[in-house]
């Protein structure tokens, strides 16, 4: 067996144990898990014709709610066939919920295929971002619709409409210092508390101005702390690989310093918090970590070190990141840094 299916199973386990400590009818469900690339559209039907502003693409891959997710318009990875079949699953699935306004469906695209997550008939939290974004105004056209009139009179062509000549990334805001003892790590949960906008002629720039408007300002010291479950170690090496290379000085525990190194990224090796000085409590409390990377184990028992590592960071103003996804998507950001950005740019939704 191998190393990963025996720590599916102790997760497996754990989360049983969790639920099972409180008795109920019916307490478990089993579902299939598909990891690709979640997409999500807001679109407004009048009963017979669609009209859909843009396809928004998540950076963080599904698993993570779609509202603590970074968003970018246009979609920039999926295929014209993924996107045509989305514009048709939209259609199709408005007429079938006999859909006369807004409607939201977020996607899942695998290679070319797609697949639903969820409709919901009603508008989103991300009406007011693909509005702003392409300039069509869905909720009053929603409105009109609403009372009687089409998509057509109101003089818009149905169907998906063309994509912006720019980026625009979505970028979720957190409040987890003012919420103590709050679990910080992403998931199907919703945390966010507001969101801003990056917008530019480029992807990278984009997401650098997003970044910004959120309030990760890097770098400071050039130093972090990375610890990651066994299952994220392959990625947080080539993650580690470019911070390495953007000059920063990387701090891990034991088993993610190993694979680091054993990979060629220099990583220094701390203890955990229980252990003798100095540990990453140490190192953070000492205000010289730009960034902790800590990606938890499926459990939330606040009596980890995981936990206690995020939730101090946090409250000391460290900047935390606990998604593979939005560390990689940091990276990128940092590495176009020193491009010559126009920060004017940023807006707040």
């Keep these: 067996m191998s190393s990963r299916i025996e720590q599916i199973i102790e997760e497996i386990e754990e989360f049983m144990n969790i639920i099972n400590r409180i008795a109920q009818d019916h307490p478990i469900l089993v579902d299939k898990y598909l990891q690709g690339k979640e997409i999500e559209v807001d ?15 998540h950076i963080e891959r599904t698993g993570v709610h779609s509202g603590d997710s970074i968003s970018v318009y246009p979609a920039p990875t999926i295929s014209d066939t993924v996107k045509a079949k989305i514009a048709d699953y939209t259609e199709r699935l408005a007429k079938a919920l006999h859909v006369k306004g807004l409607i939201n469906i977020q996607f899942i695209a695998i290679g070319e295929d797609v697949y639903v997550i969820e409709v919901n008939p009603r508008s989103s939290r991300t009406v007011p971002y693909i509005s702003k974004v392409t300039g069509i105004p869905i909720v009053d056209l929603a409105t009109e619709v609403i009372i009687g009139k089409t998509i057509k009179e109101l003089g818009y062509q149905p169907g998906l409409q063309p ?7 979505k970028m979720p805001v957190f409040s987890f210092e003012k919420i103590r003892g709050a679990e910080i790590s992403l998931g199907p949960e919703m945390k966010s508390t507001g969101e801003c906008l990056g917008i530019a002629k480029t992807f990278n720039e984009a997401l650098y101005k997003a970044f910004l408007g959120a309030g990760v300002d890097l770098p400071k010291h050039k130093q972090m702390i990375i610890t990651v479950k066994d299952a994220d170690k392959g990625e947080a090496v080539e993650i580690g690989r470019r911070f390495e290379k953007l000059g920063y000085t990387i701090y891990a525990t034991r ?13 220094r090796k701390v203890n955990k918090i229980s252990q003798e000085s100095p540990t990453v409590m140490d190192l953070i409390l000492g205000h010289k970590i730009d960034l902790v990377i800590d990606t938890p184990t499926q459990g939330r028992d606040k009596s980890r070190d995981g936990f206690l590592i995020r939730r101090t960071a946090i ?12 560390a990689a998507a940091l990276v990128t950001s940092l590495e176009n840094a020193n491009d010559q950005f126009t920060l004017i740019d940023i807006a707040a939704i």
């Excluded at 009209?51 to 928004?56: A, K, N, Q, R, S």
């Design 163 to 169: 994509e912006a000549d720019y980026f625009a990334i």
């Design 255 to 267: 088993s993610t310093a190993a694979a680091l190194n054993e990979a060629g990224v220099k990583a």
């Design 43 to 57: 679109a407004v039907c009048d009963g017979t014709d669609i009209l859909i502003p843009g396809i928004m693409e």
């Design 315 to 326: 409250e000391t103003g460290v900047n935390c990141i606990t998604a593979m996804d939005t």
